[in-house]
Every structure is written in C-alpha cells, then in structure tokens.
T-cell receptor, first 115, second 115 residues
Framework: AQSVTQLGSHVSVSEGALVLLRCNYSSSVPPYLFWYVQYPNQGLQLLLKYTSAATLVKGINGFEAEFKKSETSFHLTKPSAHMSDAAEYFCAVSEAFDSNYQLIWGAGTKLIIKP | DGGITQSPKYLFRKEGQNVTLSCEQNLNHDAMYWYRQDPGQGLRLIYYSQIVNDFQKGDIAEGYSVSREKKESFPLTVTSAQKNPTAFYLC??????????????FGPGTRLTVL
C-alpha cells in the first residue's frame, strides 16, 4: 500500500517569505499526486495535481509543486507568502484498489503566516 | 453553480442517538465519498459509492451507515455504536473511481459534537 508523508504538522513563515511544504510518497508505479488546501471550518479545495505531463505543476493562488521521482517527493512552494495563505494543506496520492482508485492522504501541514 | 452541499453545518447529538448527515451534489458525478477528519490525523475514509444502490466500506466504517438511492444524494448515519463520533465530516464526489487522476470535489463539511 502506498503512503504519504508530510514533514511538519505546522510550518511558520513571515509574510513575503518563501513557502515550502514537503510531501514524500511511497509508490512502486508512476504516481498521481494532488495538493489540496483547507481553510478553517471549510471543505478541501484542489490546488494542483500531477498527472505525469510535466514535472513542474502550477496551481491556483501562485502555488506550484515539482515532482522529483529520484526523491519520491512532490513539495509545494510559493515564492512570497500572503496572510490569506494561512490554512491547512494536504498532499494525496492516487492508489488502485482492484479496478478503482482512491486517494491516500497525508496528515496535513498547517501553514502559519507571521505579519 | 455546480457543487456539493452538506447540512447541517453544526450538529449536536446526545449519547445513544443516531444522527444523519446530508450530502447532495449537482455535478453529475458517479462516485461519492464520506471522510472523517480529526486534528492531526488527516482524512480517513468511512464509505464510498461508485454508483446508485452500491457502496463499499472504507477504513473506518464501524458505527456508520450510508445509502445511495439517488445519484445526487449520499447521506451518512452516525449510529450509537460509534464510540467517538465527535469530528468534522466531509463529503466528496468525483466523476468516477476508475481514473487515476480523478480529482475529488469537497463539500463544506459538518461538525458533529456529542454532548
């Protein structure tokens, strides 16, 4: 079974600083990877997804993620943090169960923006 | 606008009572899911359904039940057998479960508190 590890349950950055949220996966086959964002007391919203078309994936709100097969990583970055980026971020990998695909979720990383 | 609605947003239950959480989607998606979210644990799959009148247990189905009588609706009942039901419940849908990069769309969630 695949697994997803998000390093750091909380990450704190200053407004205007680089955001880096880490995600590592375990997979023996080419993975399909997702990043979602959750604002307090809301549902999840898709930020971006990797489907093997390009290793650098651009998403909404200025976020992007780079797929690195050699490192089994799919880290999320944003050049300059904004107060509105404060939220919880989840990495997920698509895994096959019989003929169906389910998402395997990381535990989430809460992003804190310091003024 | 297409989307997923969940009701109620907040729900309080006395111990020993069953409660039903509503989930409706107008995205014409075949697949629907219920997740439970607890702090620091990410999302855990309770049940999912690929088509009407069919559903499968997820990782933590004990103490929960579902039905899928209509494509648009996938209600979740939290029974008195669920030992620790206080949590945030998220409903999601996707076009199908057979696609690797089949992203899931989420509702706003229901926060259940047992008094």
């Amino acid at each position: 079974a695949q697994s997803v590890t998000q390093l750091g349950s909380h990450v704190s950055v200053s407004e205007g600083a680089l955001v880096l949220l880490r995600c590592n996966y375990s997979s023996s086959v080419p993975p399909y990877l997702f990043w979602y964002v959750q604002y307090p007391n809301q549902g999840l919203q898709l930020l971006l997804k990797y489907t093997s078309a390009a290793t650098l994936v651009k998403g909404i709100n200025g976020f992007e993620a780079e797929f690195k097969k050699s490192e089994t990583s799919f880290h999320l970055t944003k050049p300059s943090a904004h107060m509105s980026d404060a939220a919880e971020y989840f990495c997920a990998v698509s895994e096959a169960f019989d003929s169906n695909y389910q998402l395997i979720w990381g535990a989430g990383t809460k992003l804190i923006i310091k003024p | 606008d297409g989307g997923i609605t969940q009701s109620p947003k907040y729900l309080f239950r006395k111990e020993g009572q069953n409660v039903t959480l509503s989930c409706e989607q107008n995205l014409n998606h075949d697949a629907m899911y219920w997740y439970r979210q607890d702090p620091g644990q990410g999302l855990r799959l309770i049940y999912y359904s690929q088509i009407v009148n069919d559903f499968q247990k997820g990782d933590i189905a004990e103490g929960y039940s579902v039905s899928r009588e209509k494509k648009e609706s996938f209600p979740l009942t939290v029974t008195s057998a669920q030992k620790n039901p206080t949590a945030f419940y998220l409903c999601a849908s996707s076009k199908r479960t057979s696609g690797k990069y089949n992203e899931q769309f989420f509702g706003p969630g229901t926060r259940l508190t047992v008094l």
